[in-house]
C-alpha cells in the first residue's frame, strides 16, 4: 500500500506534537527551536504546511529532499508546481484562520473561567429574586446545586434582565453561561459568550453507571427532571446539533429515553436512531402530552405520572 503524503511528511519531520486535526513540528527550513511548522491534511489528502516564521512551502519541501508533487496523493496530476503552490496555499490559509478562531475561543473561555462570573450572578439572587426562580417550578436545592443566578443585564443582549444556568462541561469546568431573558416576545436564551460551541447540559451527571437517562430539550427542563429524582441530560436549544464524543458519556447507560418537546418528535426518533447504529441496545422515545416540565410543573404531575409515560417510551429500532 502507497505511503500516504501526511504519513510520508509526519515521518520526516522532528518534534511533532499533534494538535486536534493537525500538527506543529520543527521547520526543516530554517534553525527553528520552537516548532513554527503547523501541518494539516486538506479535504483531498494534500499536505498543508504554513511556517509561521515565513518559510515559504516549496523550501519546506525542498529541505525534506522532497518534491511539491510529493504533497499529493496522485502528485498533482498534471497541473503546475505553481499551480499546486498556490492550491496549497489557499487551503493552508482556511487551516490557519481556523486555528486562529479556536484559539480566540479557548482564550475566551479560559478568561470566562477565571472571572467566576457565575458565582456573582448566583450571589445575585437574594430572596426577592429565588421566586423568580421559584416561579419556574424550580427550587432551593435545584438552585444552588445547579448555581442558578440573575443578572440585570445580559452581556449579549444588555437592555434584558435574565435569569442565569452555568452550563458545565463532561470533566465540571464551565464552558458557558445561558441567559434565560426576563422580557416578552423575542428570542428567550442568549449565550454568555457566542461562538463557544454547543454542549450538553448537565453532562457532568454521566459518570458512573446509571440504568437509565433521559434526554430533554433545554436547560430548564433538564433542572426541573433532577430536581424530580431523575437522570438527565439536555440538548441546549431546539437547534442544536448532536456531538458525536457524547456517545461515549454513555457507555455506562442501560436505558437511553429520547423525551424532546410533543413538537420534535421526528428529531426525537432521528437522534434515537443515531444512538442504535452506534451500538446501543436500549434506545427508546417518549411522546409527552405537553412540554416535560410544563407536565411537573404547570400540571403537578407527580412521579407516578412521568414515569407512566416513561415506562410507553417506543423502543427505536
Given at each position: 500500500?502507497?505511503?500516504?503524503?501526511?504519513?510520508?511528511?509526519?515521518?520526516?519531520?522532528?518534534?511533532?506534537?499533534?494538535?486536534?486535526?493537525?500538527?506543529?513540528?520543527?521547520?526543516?527550513?530554517?534553525?527553528?527551536?520552537?516548532?513554527?511548522?503547523?501541518?494539516?491534511?486538506?479535504?483531498d489528502g494534500q499536505?498543508?504546511?504554513?511556517?509561521?516564521?515565513?518559510?515559504?512551502?516549496d523550501k519546506v519541501?525542498?529541505?525534506?529532499?522532497?518534491?511539491?508533487?510529493?504533497?499529493?496523493?496522485?502528485?498533482?496530476?498534471?497541473?503546475?508546481?505553481?499551480?499546486?503552490?498556490?492550491?496549497?496555499?489557499?487551503?493552508?490559509?482556511?487551516?490557519?484562520?481556523?486555528?486562529?478562531?479556536?484559539?480566540?475561543?479557548?482564550?475566551?473561555?479560559?478568561?470566562?473561567?477565571?472571572?467566576?462570573?457565575?458565582?456573582?450572578?448566583?450571589?445575585n439572587l437574594t430572596?426577592?429574586?429565588?421566586?423568580?426562580?421559584?416561579?419556574?417550578?424550580?427550587?432551593?436545592?435545584?438552585?444552588?446545586?445547579?448555581?442558578?443566578?440573575?443578572?440585570?443585564?445580559?452581556?449579549?443582549?444588555?437592555?434584558?434582565?435574565?435569569?442565569?444556568?452555568?452550563?458545565?462541561?463532561?470533566?465540571?469546568?464551565?464552558?458557558?453561561?445561558?441567559?434565560?431573558?426576563?422580557?416578552?416576545?423575542?428570542?428567550?436564551?442568549?449565550?454568555?459568550?457566542?461562538?463557544?460551541?454547543?454542549?450538553?447540559?448537565?453532562?457532568?451527571?454521566?459518570?458512573?453507571?446509571?440504568?437509565?437517562?433521559?434526554?430533554?430539550?433545554?436547560?430548564?427542563?433538564?433542572?426541573?427532571?433532577?430536581?424530580?429524582?431523575?437522570?438527565?441530560?439536555?440538548?441546549?436549544?431546539?437547534?442544536?446539533?448532536?456531538?458525536?464524543?457524547?456517545?461515549?458519556?454513555?457507555?455506562?447507560?442501560?436505558?437511553?429515553?429520547?423525551?424532546?418537546?410533543?413538537?420534535?418528535?421526528?428529531?426525537?426518533?432521528?437522534?434515537?436512531?443515531?444512538?442504535?447504529?452506534?451500538?446501543?441496545?436500549?434506545?427508546?422515545?417518549?411522546?409527552?402530552?405537553?412540554?416535560?416540565?410544563?407536565?411537573?410543573?404547570?400540571?403537578?404531575?407527580?412521579?407516578?405520572?412521568?414515569?407512566?409515560?416513561?415506562?410507553?417510551?417506543?423502543?427505536?429500532?
Open positions: 500500500m502507497a505511503t500516504l503524503p501526511i504519513d510520508l511528511i509526519l515521518g520526516l519531520l522532528e518534534n511533532v506534537q499533534q494538535q486536534g486535526s493537525s500538527w506543529m513540528a520543527l521547520c526543516p527550513a530554517h534553525d527553528d527551536r520552537n516548532r513554527s511548522l503547523s501541518v494539516a491534511e486538506g479535504d499536505v498543508l504546511m504554513y511556517c509561521f516564521a515565513g518559510c515559504p512551502f519541501m525542498a529541505a525534506l529532499g522532497l518534491d511539491v508533487r510529493a504533497a499529493f496523493p496522485d502528485g498533482g496530476g498534471q497541473m503546475t508546481e505553481q499551480v499546486r503552490l498556490a492550491i496549497l496555499e489557499r487551503q493552508m490559509q482556511k487551516v490557519i484562520r481556523r486555528q486562529e478562531e479556536q484559539e480566540e475561543r479557548l482564550s475566551a473561555l479560559e478568561r470566562l473561567r477565571k472571572s467566576g462570573v457565575h458565582l456573582a450572578y448566583h450571589e430572596s426577592d429574586r429565588r421566586v423568580l426562580w421559584y416561579d419556574e417550578g424550580i427550587y432551593d436545592g435545584a438552585i444552588d446545586k445547579f448555581a442558578l443566578g440573575y443578572t440585570d443585564h445580559c452581556p449579549t443582549c444588555p437592555e434584558c434582565a435574565s435569569l442565569t444556568i452555568p452550563v458545565m462541561g463532561y470533566e465540571g469546568e464551565l464552558e458557558n453561561i445561558r441567559h434565560r431573558l426576563l422580557r416578552e416576545g423575542g428570542d428567550k436564551y442568549r449565550p454568555q459568550m457566542a461562538g463557544l460551541g454547543s454542549q450538553l447540559f448537565n453532562a457532568p451527571v454521566l459518570h458512573g453507571s446509571h440504568e437509565r437517562v433521559v434526554i430533554l430539550e433545554g436547560e430548564k427542563k433538564t433542572v426541573v427532571f433532577d430536581q424530580a429524582g431523575y437522570t438527565a441530560v439536555g440538548l441546549m436549544g431546539k437547534m442544536a446539533s448532536w456531538t458525536p464524543a457524547w456517545f461515549d458519556w454513555f457507555a455506562d447507560v442501560g436505558q437511553v429515553i429520547v423525551a424532546l418537546d410533543p413538537d420534535a418528535q421526528d428529531r426525537a426518533q432521528r437522534l434515537g436512531q443515531v444512538f442504535v447504529r452506534h451500538g446501543f441496545s436500549d434506545v427508546r422515545v417518549a411522546r409527552f402530552p405537553l412540554k416535560p416540565d410544563d407536565l411537573i410543573v404547570r400540571t403537578g404531575a407527580g412521579q407516578r405520572e412521568v414515569e407512566s409515560i416513561l415506562s410507553l417510551a417506543r423502543p427505536v429500532k
